[in-house]
T-cell receptor
Framework: EPEVTQTPSHQVTQMGQEVILRCVPI?????FYWYRQILGQKVEFLVS????????KSEIFDDQFSVERPDGSNFTLKIRSTKLEDSAMYFC????????????FGNGTRLTVT | DQQVKQNSPSLSVQEGRISILNCDYT??????FLWYKKYPAEGPTFLIS?????DKNEDGRFTVFLNKSAKHLSLHIVPSQPGDSAVYFC????????????FGQGTTLQVKP
């Protein structure tokens, strides 16, 4: 079964550094998402992306965050200047059709900001 | 933000018995509900969903029940198997045509052989 793949599985960065988390959604999927889970907390929606633009974003997704689909396969989340509180698991997800379709999640990237 | 709540952080059942995981929500505008399962070091895996126009949906050993008046849904797993041991998340959305999900905190299910 096709999978959403995320790299790296673990990223350690220093506070203030830029980090890019990478995702390869399932190939025929059209809608892309980033979620995150801070340790011990809920999985939270960050942003949705369709047709090369953001369709919705949460309050968490401030100017430090950006997303991009630079080519036909990758979907990236960039954090421009990382803070300690950005440490979390970041999950990428995708779906083909928007109606009544469950999200397919990747295995996540654990981001540790020191 | 407590729109979706799973009040039991953990549940332990014997293999072969029924597991019942519960979820409550506060926003009456939610109309699509999902259950995900998560193993350590993996992403959430979709299990089963239900639209607000239904009160029950079955898929093999998994059944989801929705009680809109009580704003409550539950996941029944029967019979439970040791491989079902995982964290189970309930999630809801305001519409079936959005991927923006509101998750509960999760319930850790342990199925003992």
């Amino acid at each position: 079964e096709p999978e959403v793949t995320q790299t790296p599985s673990h990223q350690v960065t220093q506070m203030g550094q830029e980090v890019i988390l990478r995702c390869v959604p399932i190939s025929n999927h059209l809608y892309f998402y980033w979620y995150r889970q801070i340790l011990g907390q809920k999985v939270e929606f960050l942003v949705s992306f369709y047709n090369n633009e953001i369709s919705e974003k949460s309050e968490i997704f401030d100017d430090q965050f950006s997303v991009e689909r630079p080519d036909g396969s990758n979907f990236t989340l960039k954090i421009r200047s990382t803070k300690l509180e950005d440490s979390a698991m970041y999950f990428c997800a995708s779906i083909r059709e928007i109606y009544n379709s469950p999200l397919h999640f990747g295995n996540g990237t654990r981001l540790t900001v020191t | 933000d407590q729109q979706v709540k799973q009040n039991s952080p953990s549940l332990s059942v014997q293999e072969g018995r029924i597991s019942i995981l519960n979820c409550d929500y506060t926003n009456s505008m939610f109309d699509y509900f999902l259950w995900y399962k998560k193993y350590p070091a993996e992403g959430p895996t979709f299990l089963i969903s239900i639209s607000s126009i239904k009160d029950k949906n079955e898929d093999g050993r998994f059944t989801v029940f929705l009680n809109k008046s009580a704003k409550h849904l539950s996941l029944h797993i029967v019979p439970s198997q040791p491989g079902d041991s995982a964290v189970y998340f309930c999630a809801a959305s305001l519409s079936s045509n959005t991927g923006k999900l509101i998750f509960g905190q999760g319930t850790t299910l342990q199925v003992k052989p």
